[in-house]
């Protein structure tokens, strides 16, 4: 199985400011088919899951331009650039290169 | 807008089979992608169980593959869980997603096993 490692667990931020969250896998998510199958995901309190990142950069409809991801090989970063408050929630990291494994998740708190 | 809506039971007995549905609308499972299966237990993270496409091909997890079975029903738009010889430990959120990157996803459905 290819394990995800997330870090950190939790982190927060302030309104307008930044942030970064780290992605590891335990082996490259480089597919043979030339494609990297890694997913980003926000889990806001008492809601399902929602994709925002796919292919490592590709943001899914409709998420704001403020959400990026970026990285190769076993190493992926989400970044937000000015944080708002309905960012706040679980972030979860998502290989599908071989079948499919979720980090452990960082929460974001707002202050 | 393409919806998705588990449905079954809320409460299972150890030992018993775990049962649920997704109904879709807003698409025809017919014209493509994969559609999975995806549980939370409460407070913790998530965990891929398993998938279908429209054709009826499945993919499980691993660890989960010797009680689980997915089926679909192109007819009614739906596709199905069934997870056998629960115990606690498969107290979970089930949600069902479509596609492998889990573009859509299900409100979710709380499913306690419990005596």
């Known amino acids: 199985d290819i394990v995800m490692t997330q870090t950190p667990l939790s982190l927060s931020v302030t309104p307008g400011q930044p942030a970064s969250i780290s992605c590891q896998s335990s082996?490259?998510?480089?597919?043979?088919?030339?494609?990297?199958?890694l997913y980003w995901f926000l889990q806001r309190p008492g809601q399902p899951p929602q994709l925002l990142i796919y292919?490592?950069?590709k943001r899914f409809s409709g998420v704001p331009d403020r959400f990026s991801g970026s990285g190769s090989g076993t190493d992926f970063t989400l970044k937000i650039s000015r944080v708002e408050a309905e960012d706040a929630g679980v972030y979860y990291c998502?290989?599908?290169?071989?079948?499919?494994?979720f980090g452990g998740g960082t929460k974001v708190e707002i202050k | 807008q393409v919806q998705l809506q588990e449905s079954g039971p809320g409460l299972v007995k150890p030992s018993e089979t775990l049962s649920l549905t997704c109904t879709v609308s807003?698409?025809?499972?017919?014209?493509?992608?994969?559609w999975g299966w995806i549980r939370q237990p409460p407070g913790k993270g998530l965990e891929w169980i398993g998938s279908?496409?429209?054709?009826?091909?499945?993919d499980y997890n691993p660890s989960l593959k010797s009680r689980v079975t997915i089926s679909v029903d192109t007819s009614k738009n739906q596709f199905s869980l069934k997870l056998s010889s629960v115990t606690a430990a498969d107290t979970a959120v089930y949600y069902c997603?479509?596609?492998?990157?889990?573009?859509?996803w299900g409100q979710g459905t709380l499913v306690t096993v419990s005596s």
């Open positions: 998502m290989q599908r290169k071989q079948r499919s494994t």
């Open positions: 292919g490592v950069s």
């Open positions: 997603v479509r596609g492998g990157g889990f573009d859509y």
């Open positions: 082996q490259s998510l480089l597919h043979s088919d030339g494609k990297t199958y």
């Open positions: 279908i496409y429209h054709s009826g091909t499945t």
């Open positions: 807003g698409y025809s499972i017919s014209s493509g992608y994969y």
